[in-house]
């Protein structure tokens, strides 16, 4: 057990010296957010993508990057393309019928027979919300008018604006990136560990593996569990025939980028069953304990396959941390914060633990760092570990 260090005077300096290097990284971040957030979204999907490049230069023999690079880009592009030709249709297809839903909810003079919290919901939803409204705005035609009047308007606006024109420009030089970047990620990494003095490799080293530790389980590992979770609550709500199926499953994974937050779409379940029963002339508990159904099979499959094969026992950061650090982020550099939260948070921690709380575990030991960064990159052999 590492004991605590007293608040010597250098340890002081230190820790406000550090404080001013933060201060002063997240003023200049702010300053210059709009020209990295293209750059910031590249490296990520760089980042993202780099297990896959890897994966095809095993399966393909490819001796260089560049390949397996625009291999790996055209497969995103096409699994992209057909995702979107097969999804499309069935989200306006949802989309028609929960209008439907609304209208009849709307116009049905059933209440709940239950008494109690649920049924004063009820009342208080209808007395407050225009269904008609609603239902409306969701019918396919006035939709396709909308996205049209609103085409125009965006077009418009391109037209007579030079400052969106850059901005889309910015945009698009963001592919240039992700080439770039995938193209040098190896030597890139390779640079960034040279940059560190020799004397603070072993101690870089660490807090570099608690880096890349906390980013393969948040970006690889927690994004890949968000997506089958949402595919999986997805198919799980259309076996039931609940409307929205494919969106409100979609939406909870998004939710499970932070671990359990999905908890909380529990009550917009909660209420779309209660629209769809009334809506339809079905009794609303036995929609419900469908839906719970799904929650608990889903979960199951989770906390108990998922979770341990994709991201190990290991769980990275504490979820109400990670909820902090994209809140507190995001509302100071908005989408670049939101990007950066989680690097910026395992860096902070684990500085605070190694200057702050007790000694370095790692000894200063020029050759620390490397050995440890060559491990590193020999056990690369999953993607999301």
Known sequence: MTERRPYTFDRVVRLVITIVIVLAAIWLIDILKDVLLPFLVACLIAYLFEPFVQFNRRLLHLRGRVTAIFVTLFEAVFFLAALGYFIIPVIVSEINQMADVLSAYASSKMTLSDEGMLAELHNYIRSKIDFHGIAELLKSQQVMGMVENTLSTVWSVITG??????????????ILYVVFIMIDYERLSRGFRLMVPPKMRGTAGKIG????DSMNHYFRGQALIALIVGVLFSIGFTIIDLPMA???GMFIGVLNLVPYLQLISLLPTTLLCMVYAIGGGQEF???FLESIAVYCV????????????IMGKAMGLNPAIILLS??????LLGMVGLIIAL????LLLSYYNTYIIRRDDTPDNPDAGEREAEELESAETLPFN
């Open 161 to 174: 604006s030079i400052s969106v024109i850059i901005g889309l420009f910015n945009w698009l030089i963001v």
């Open 209 to 212: 593996r608690d880096i890349k």
């Open 246 to 248: 494919i969106l409100l």
């Open 285 to 287: 508990w036995p929609i």
């Open 298 to 309: 889903v979960q199951v499959i989770q906390d108990f396959f998922l979770t341990p094969k």
């Open 326 to 331: 994209l809140s507190v982020w995001g509302t």
């Open 343 to 346: 690097p910026l948070t395992t």
